[in-house]
């Protein structure tokens, strides 16, 4: 048993793309929050500083987010995020779900 179920009913649209492969599903994605003052990483851009915003990712077993490629990205809603981090999660021997950090990508001329 996985948690797909949930993300097919309560989940968005999401596209991994992964050098020339592509593949849509659905998966949860949420704002990170951030707790005891801990900040991440951002980009300092022609117009300023952008926090590049991490988010949460929770998604079905396949496609296997621990597995692609460090250029991999996932697009949902106009915007594009990368991995920054996958982990699997189990119940009992079988994955449950894939959960990870993403950030949003800014493009840097």
Known sequence: MTA???FKKHGREVTLKDGDATESFKALIQPL???NK???DGVYTEIGFNSQGHYLYIGPPTPDLTLV???A???S???SYRIDRAERVYNGNEIFYIWAIIRTIVEVD
């Open 69 to 71: 490629s460090e250029t």
């Open 38 to 40: 801990m900040y991440l």
């Open 73 to 75: 990205r996932i697009d």
């Open 4 to 6: 797909e179920p949930i």
């Open 77 to 79: 809603d106009s915007i």
């Open 33 to 35: 929050r951030y707790k």
